[in-house]
Each structure stands twice: as structure tokens, then as C-alpha cells.
């Protein structure tokens, strides 16, 4: 079978371990451990030697940071691209309903049949997003996703939460795009590869159930700033690129300003993170970054290539302590806040643990300042 298996994790085991033993429990014996790959996306080094002794012939992917579910989502499925041309990726919160006979015929990116905890519950068969209006939605139907690609408002994208690619369509793209972080990656995604003129597709043999234990929908600084915020900042830069920036302006001051409105009725302190996620989406670079970044043919595992050593960065206080032959031990102190920057707990930075995905360095700077 040509395919590998990419699984997001950060930090929950019990998730992940019931992720992994839905796709013990159905594979085939033709399907090897060694085809499938676990991103630990800046989890606690407890609970990525406790997955590592559990699974040692998997391929463990170690990133000393959870910078966000894009990069996370980069790393495995490019890791895994070494081994495989085809990719089915998972949250950690999924469980597979049953084994795919294997990925689509031809090179896409495809969604598949996401359930709600409850297989006779559908959650989506793909999606489809209204950029004039910012806003995107779940298909639960065949039709709804297919009849999208026709449809003069709507366009089909294909959600996070599990989906197949193929090498030919990621490399194409260069993957997600990191500089949106976390929510409406997918979008973009999805977007750039039909411009790119890549194929979406539904895959309606590949099921699986999405047990919807991510990210709190209680943290106003996720669903107001950061969704409101990449919302905006995606559908401007792709209208623009159309000619279409002036309707959308119109269009999206007025879903804004209802929203403002209505939060600022209701809830009064979230209203001041819906007028700043506004304003941040004109501070976003509209130009896509250049992603075009040379990457290695074969991508080995983190256990060898160990990235966290080779690129971390040396501090002052890493620099003095070499000068000082004499002193051989180091401060204890600086070991608490090395691991304090590495590994922060989803509680305090509001993760997605479902997803992996946490605040970037820019976007906690960004809540301390929404704060104020």
C-alpha cells in the first residue's frame, strides 16, 4: 500500500493512543508500522519518550516547539512524503472507522468522511467557504461539496481534520502556509491548489470519527480575535488577487460591523478582540510568503536528525557559561525557562489540542497586547 499514515499530536496521550489503536485495530497486514508517523508538536519530552516506548517502530517527528498546526502539519506530512507519495493525516482526536483500501487514483488533496463522535451523526464530506463574507462551512452531503465547484459564491475546500495528499500537490504549494498559524489554513490550502490548478477531491471510502475534543470554544481570544483575524486576512488576499478587494472591503465591514455589534450587546469585553481581529487583518502581509524552501529528499526521522540540537539558538547566558571553563555546572534557573519557552501546557495558551496547535510567538504577543 503506497500510502503513510501522519497523526498530530501535542501533549495528550490518551487521544493519541486511541487514535493509534483504531488503526491497529482495522489495518491490514500488508499496511507495516513503519508506514505510519507521529508528530509530537511540541509535547512535554515525558509524553514523547512515553509514545516512543509504546511505539518503537513508528516514526516519531519531534518539534522542540508547537509553533502552530500548520507547521506541525509541514514537518509530518513532509517527513512521511520520504517513505510514501500518498499521505492520510490525522488529529490525534480521530479515530479510522475502518482501513482505506488506499488513497484516490489520481494526484489531489481529498477530504473523507468525518463523523460526530457518533458514526450515524455526519460532520462533514468536505467543505465549502464564501470569501466575500469571509466565512466557510460544513458540507454534510456528497452534493453540497461537489455542487460548490459550480457555484458562483462558494468554493470547496477540504478541512483539517483529516484528509489525503499526494507529494505532487503538497510540493506544488509548498504545503500549508505557516505565516497563517492556526484556523483557516485549510482554507488557503485549498484555495491555492485549485489557482494552482490542482484537483480536490472526496474520498467517501475513508471514514473516520472526530471526537471534537480540541481547543476550547469558551477562549475569546481563539474565537473572536484569531478566527475573526485570519478570516478577514485570507479572503482579502485572495479577493484582491481577483480585482475583487473593493466589493469585498464593503461586504466585510458590514459582516464585521454586525458582529461588533451584536458581541458588543451581549458581551461587552469580547467586543474590544472583534475591533482589534479587524484591524489586525490589514497589518497581515497580503502577498503569500515566498515558501519555495529547498527541502531535503529524504526527510529522516527526529530521533536522527535530531533538529532540536542543531537549531537551537545559543543565548548570552549559554555563551558565558562556555567562557567559564571553571563553572561546569549550569544554573538551574535558566533549565526552568528554557522549558517554560519549549513546552507551554494547552491550558495556559489556549491550544487546539485536537489539532496540535498552539499560539506562535507573534500571536501571544498579540494576546498580551489585546489585553491591555
Known amino acids: 500500500m503506497k500510502f503513510a499514515i ?13 487514535c493509534i489503536k483504531s488503526i491497529q485495530a482495522v489495518k491490514t497486514r500488508e499496511f507495516p508500522d513503519k508506514q505510519i508517523f507521529v508528530v509530537h508538536n511540541g509535547s512535554d519530552p515525558a509524553v514523547v519518550a512515553d509514545l516512543r516506548h509504546r511505539y518503537p517502530r513508528f516514526h516519531h517527528v519531534v518539534l522542540n516547539e508547537n509553533e ?56 462533514s464530506m468536505g467543505g465549502a467557504c464564501d470569501l466575500d463574507m469571509a466565512k466557510h462551512y460544513y458540507c454534510t452531503k456528497a452534493d453540497h461539496f461537489w455542487n460548490s465547484f459550480e457555484n458562483a459564491i462558494l468554493q470547496p475546500y477540504v478541512p483539517r481534520t483529516a484528509f489525503w495528499i499526494h507529494q505532487q500537490a503538497f510540493e506544488k504549494v509548498n504545503g500549508f502556509d505557516e505565516t497563517i498559524g492556526s484556523i483557516w489554513e485549510d482554507v488557503d490550502l485549498s484555495i491555492r491548489l485549485r489557482e494552482d490548478g490542482e484537483m480536490l477531491q472526496l474520498d467517501e471510502a475513508t471514514e473516520v470519527i472526530h471526537h471534537r475534543k480540541g481547543f476550547s470554544r469558551r477562549d475569546p481570544f481563539m474565537t473572536r480575535f484569531l478566527y475573526n483575524r485570519n478570516r478577514f486576512w485570507v479572503s482579502r488576499r485572495k479577493l484582491r488577487n481577483r480585482g475583487q478587494s473593493i466589493m469585498f472591503e464593503f461586504g466585510i465591514f458590514n459582516e464585521w460591523f454586525w458582529l461588533w455589534l451584536g458581541t458588543l450587546l451581549k458581551k461587552p469585553k ?9 484591524r489586525a487583518s490589514f497589518k ?83 494576546r498580551t497586547k489585546t489585553k491591555a
Not at 509541514?74 to 488513497?103: C, E
Not at 469580547?270 to 479587524?278: D, G, P
Not at 501546557?345 to 507573534?362: K, M, N
Request: hydrophobic share 35%; glycine share 4%; with cysteine.
Open 6 to 18: 501522519v497523526i498530530l499530536t501535542y501533549n495528550q496521550i490518551e487521544q493519541t493512543v486511541d
Open 68 to 123: 502552530s498546526f500548520a507547521a506541525g502539519a509541514n514537518a509530518g506530512i513532509r517527513a512521511a512524503f520520504s517513505l510514501q507519495p500518498w499521505v492520510l493525516f490525522l488529529t490525534q482526536d480521530t479515530t479510522l472507522v475502518h482501513f482505506p483500501k488506499g488513497p484516490p487514483f489520481e494526484p489531489c488533496l481529498a477530504a473523507v468522511k468525518i463523523y460526530k463522535r457518533k458514526v450515524e451523526v455526519m460532520n
Open 270 to 278: 469580547e467586543a474590544s478582540l472583534i475591533w482589534k481581529a479587524y
Open 284 to 366: 497581515r502581509p497580503l502577498d503569500p510568503p515566498n515558501l519555495a524552501l529547498e527541502v531535503p529528499e529524504k526527510l529522516k526521522p527526529a530521533a536522527e536528525a535530531k533538529p532540536a540540537e542543531a537549531e537551537k539558538p545559543e543565548t548570552k547566558k549559554e555563551t558565558r557559561a562556555s567562557e567559564k571553563k571553571s563553572d561546569k555546572k549550569s544554573d538551574p534557573k535558566d533549565k526552568v525557562e528554557k522549558k517554560k519557552v519549549e513546552v507551554a501546557p494547552a491550558e495556559a495558551t489556549g491550544a487546539t489540542a485536537s489539532t496540535g496547535a498552539t499560539l506562535t510567538a507573534t500571536e501571544k504577543e498579540e
